[in-house]
């Protein structure tokens, strides 16, 4: 096991906040427009790689009931599931299933009581739903395999509201090539049926990362248009449909950028913070939150130009928290620490040389004691130990499918509640 070689920013190296140029976002609309994985890739995709190797799984110890790890494998068109030991974060195979067409699996999420699971398709606008087995990990398709979201629509990111939140559990997804977002009622067998009003919101460029909020005032939802460099606010309202609240406002403060993914935040006093990655510029920003309104606080800044996307939170204690980002432009993670809501401290830069390769999903489990990364180039998953006074430690690296496929393009990942 190793640990990464961190980078602690000085002062003397921060960047003043760095401002896409217009040409960018012509590049971005025009790679999200392609729906192809050749030279011009969906957001946050690494170029296609058909290398296959012949490792195994090795198989772990045997995991504790109930607690599953899922990847969406975007260039293969499939979704894996792993059984995880939850003392020690190992992850055992479990099985590979068809997610659509190939170029296209992307988003993933959860049903609320863990009875299903669901991923986007980039490539044919469709939803596969799947029934989950946590006691294994296995999955069947649903009585209704899919539900399509619009076949020219670019389904990205999906998210269900969390237990308690709301009376009735739904789900929302982007549609990244469309502008849209739609929204789903969710049964109890995890069945999804469009609201009758979808879209939702609509008129965006290229919708990409959401956010849920839930407060003593209401419910709402934050979403990142990645062309447009905006960030929306939206009222959920008890039927899942959404209200924009004001105009949107750009997701570096004074100007544009490349917003990937979103997470809210509180800390010890209560206070709530929105962060949201930049692909482009390197830089993690913050927004303070009241009753759904953005209000742009600062951008904490990287020492060159890099490409931030996923995204976790984790807790050690009420007055130990992190934002840990993954850095598609190197073998790296970055921690951020907050010592309080929406003010985090400049990033240690944790290096992972050898195992890191494109890394694109991150997962936090429960505890904040494992991290778990897709690297899109490499087909595998790494696990990571986290720790809040160094870098995390590399624990191993399994192959997102039943034996090692570099091109299988893992992109996302979730874990069971």
Same mark, same amino acid.
């Given at each position: 096991?190793?640990?990464?070689?961190?980078?602690?920013?000085?002062?003397?190296?921060?960047?003043?906040?760095?401002?896409?140029?217009?040409?960018?976002?012509?590049?971005?609309?025009?790679?999200?427009?392609?729906?192809?994985?050749?030279?011009?890739?969906?957001?946050?995709?690494?170029?296609?790689?058909?290398?296959?190797?012949?490792?195994?799984?090795?198989?772990?110890?045997?995991?504790?009931?109930?607690?599953?790890?899922?990847?969406?494998?975007?260039?293969?068109?499939?979704?894996?599931?792993?059984?995880?030991?939850?003392?020690?974060?190992?992850?055992?195979?479990?099985?590979?299933?068809?997610?659509?067409?190939?170029?296209?699996?992307?988003?993933?999420?959860?049903?609320?009581?863990?009875?299903?699971?669901?991923?986007?398709?980039?490539?044919?606008?469709?939803?596969?739903?799947?029934?989950?087995?946590?006691?294994?990990?296995?999955?069947?398709?649903?009585?209704?395999?899919?539900?399509?979201?619009?076949?020219?629509?670019?389904?990205?990111?999906?998210?269900?509201?969390?237990?308690?939140?709301? +009376?009735?559990?739904?789900?929302?997804?982007?549609?990244?090539?469309?502008?849209?977002?739609?929204?789903?009622?969710?049964?109890?067998?995890?069945?999804?049926?469009?609201?009758?009003?979808?879209?939702?919101?609509?008129?965006?460029?290229?919708?990409?990362?959401?956010?849920?909020?839930?407060?003593?005032?209401?419910?709402?939802?934050?979403?990142?248009?990645?062309?447009?460099?905006?960030?929306?606010?939206?009222?959920?309202?008890?039927?899942?449909?959404?209200?924009?609240?004001?105009?949107?406002?750009?997701?570096?403060?004074?100007?544009?950028?490349?917003?990937?993914?979103?997470?809210?935040? +509180?800390?010890?006093?209560?206070?709530?913070?929105?962060?949201?990655?930049?692909?482009?510029?390197?830089?993690?920003?913050?927004?303070?939150?009241?009753?759904?309104?953005?209000?742009?606080?600062?951008? +904490?800044?990287?020492?060159?130009?890099?490409?931030?996307?996923?995204?976790?939170?984790?807790?050690?204690?009420?007055?130990?928290?992190?934002?840990?980002?993954?850095?598609?432009?190197?073998?790296?993670?970055?921690?951020?620490?907050?010592?309080?809501?929406?003010?985090?401290?400049?990033?240690?830069?944790?290096?992972?040389?050898?195992?890191?390769?494109?890394?694109?999903?991150?997962?936090?489990?429960?505890?904040?004691?494992?991290?778990?990364?897709?690297?899109?180039?490499?087909?595998?998953?790494?696990?990571?130990?986290?720790?809040?006074?160094?870098?995390?430690?590399?624990?191993?690296?399994?192959?997102?499918?039943?034996?090692?496929?570099?091109?299988?393009?893992?992109?996302?990942?979730?874990?069971?509640?």
């Amino acid at each position: 096991m190793a640990n990464g070689m961190a980078t602690h920013i000085s002062v003397g190296t921060i960047l003043k906040n760095f401002i896409r140029m217009l040409p960018g976002a012509v590049i971005i609309v025009a790679t999200l427009s392609s729906g192809s994985c050749g030279s011009r890739n969906p957001f946050g995709v690494a170029a296609s790689s058909t290398n296959t190797g012949s490792v195994t799984v090795t198989p772990t110890s045997t995991a504790s009931p109930g607690v599953v790890l899922f990847v969406s494998n975007y260039a293969d068109g499939t979704v894996s599931s792993f059984t995880r030991n939850t003392k020690t974060g190992a992850l055992t195979f479990a099985q590979n299933i068809n997610a659509g067409a190939t170029n296209g699996p992307q988003g993933l999420a959860v049903s609320q009581s863990n009875n299903a699971l669901f991923a986007t398709n980039f490539s044919d606008g469709n939803i596969y739903e799947y029934s989950v087995n946590t006691a294994n990990g296995m999955m069947s398709p649903l009585a209704t395999p899919s539900i399509s979201n619009g076949g020219s629509s670019g389904p990205g990111q999906i998210l269900i509201n969390p237990s308690g939140s709301m +009376t009735n559990q739904f789900a929302w997804v982007a549609g990244g090539l469309d502008g849209t977002i739609n929204a789903y009622s969710v049964a109890v067998g995890g069945q999804l049926t469009a609201v009758s009003t979808n879209p939702v919101a609509s008129g965006l460029s290229s919708p990409f990362g959401m956010a849920f909020q839930t407060t003593g005032s209401g419910n709402f939802l934050y979403v990142a248009d990645t062309a447009a460099g905006l960030i929306y606010s939206y009222t959920v309202n008890s039927d899942g449909t959404l209200t924009q609240n004001g105009s949107p406002v750009f997701n570096l403060g004074g100007g544009p950028g490349s917003p990937a993914l979103l997470a809210v935040g +509180t800390d010890s006093s209560g206070n709530s913070a929105l962060y949201v990655t930049d692909n482009t510029s390197g830089l993690i920003s913050s927004f303070g939150l009241a009753n759904g309104s953005l209000v742009f606080i600062a951008n +904490t800044p990287s020492p060159s130009p890099n490409s931030l996307f996923g995204m976790a939170l984790a807790t050690f204690s009420k007055k130990s928290q992190f934002v840990f980002v993954t850095n598609q432009s190197a073998p790296e993670l970055w921690s951020f620490s907050l010592p309080s809501a929406g003010h985090p401290l400049f990033p240690s830069v944790c290096s992972y040389s050898g195992v890191l390769s494109f890394p694109t999903g991150l997962a936090i489990d429960s505890s904040s004691s494992f991290a778990y990364v897709t690297n899109q180039s490499g087909g595998t998953i790494s696990q990571f130990s986290l720790n809040k006074t160094s870098c995390p430690t590399a624990v191993t690296s399994v192959p997102s499918e039943s034996s090692l496929n570099t091109g299988s393009g893992p992109f996302g990942v979730v874990l069971t509640h």
